[in-house]
Antibody, heavy 122, light 107 residues
Framework: QAQLVESGGGVVQPGRSLRLSCAAS????????MDWVRQAPGKGLEWVAA????????YYIDSVEGRFTVSRDNSKGTLYLQMNSLRPEDTAVYYC???????????????WGQGTTVTVSS | AIQMTQSPSSLYASVGDRVTISCRAS??????LGWYQQKPGKAPKLLIY???ILQGGVPSRFSGSGSGTYFTLTISSLQPEDFATYYC?????????FGQGTKVEIK
């Protein structure tokens, strides 16, 4: 069955960078849009970014535009989130999620990883 | 950006109760609306997509309805494992947006 495993979280100082990874298995990774969603401590879910199935289109929430870059390597079945100029308000659990429909640039999310925690603090 | 407003933000209910949660979009999203369940310390789980289609493996006591700007999630007979936080998500246009969540607690 489809599975997603995130890695790369940790504690980082404000202004520094971090790269998250999400390893996919059990489905045809190259056919599905992929998303990043985050959840700050004690808060609700916030959609962060998405990349189309072929990697040609990328979408971001305003608060991360220009600082974060979402990408994918379809040959490795891996999704990435490069996070630069990190701020304390970026502190959250970051989830990767798989789009439910094939060959669309947007879709509901039907499979989620377990999350990786990013803490931005001096 | 489309704003999603859920109500109530929390509710208390008993096992066997019928529970309804609503979600309103600031502009029309057709039927591109999903419902997700999240338990503490766990990843969200898709319950319903396209406003009313039950995801595989989800119990039939969950149902969704609505289109355009108003949607509801109904649990017909609340079970102990249903106590959780529920979120709506519009996947009609980017940036996607979640409702603020509804926490269902034991009365």
């Amino acid at each position: 069955q489809a599975q997603l495993v995130e890695s790369g979280g940790g504690v980082v100082q404000p202004g520094r960078s971090l790269r998250l990874s999400c390893a996919a298995s059990g489905f045809t990774f190259s056919s599905h849009v992929m998303d990043w969603v985050r959840q700050a401590p004690g808060k609700g879910l916030e959609w962060v970014a998405a990349v189309s199935y072929d990697g040609s289109k990328r979408y971001y929430i305003d608060s991360v535009e220009g600082r974060f870059t979402v990408s994918r390597d379809n040959s490795k079945g891996t999704l990435y989130l490069q996070m630069n100029s990190l701020r304390p308000e970026d502190t959250a659990v970051y989830y990767c999620a798989k789009g439910g429909m094939r060959f669309l640039d947007w879709s509901y999310m039907d499979v989620w990883g377990q999350g990786t925690t990013v803490t931005v603090s001096s | 950006a489309i704003q999603m407003t859920q109500s109530p933000s929390s509710l208390y209910a008993s096992v066997g109760d019928r529970v309804t949660i609503s979600c309103r979009a600031s502009q029309g999203v057709r039927d591109d609306l999903g419902w997700y369940q999240q338990k503490p310390g766990k990843a969200p789980k898709l319950l319903i997509y396209a406003a009313s289609i039950l995801q595989g493996g989800v119990p039939s006591r969950f149902s969704g309805s609505g289109s355009g700007t108003y949607f509801t999630l109904t649990i017909s007979s609340l079970q102990p494992e249903d106590f959780a936080t529920y979120y709506c998500l519009q996947d009609y246009s980017y940036p996607f947006s979640f409702g603020q969540g509804t926490k269902v607690e034991i009365k």
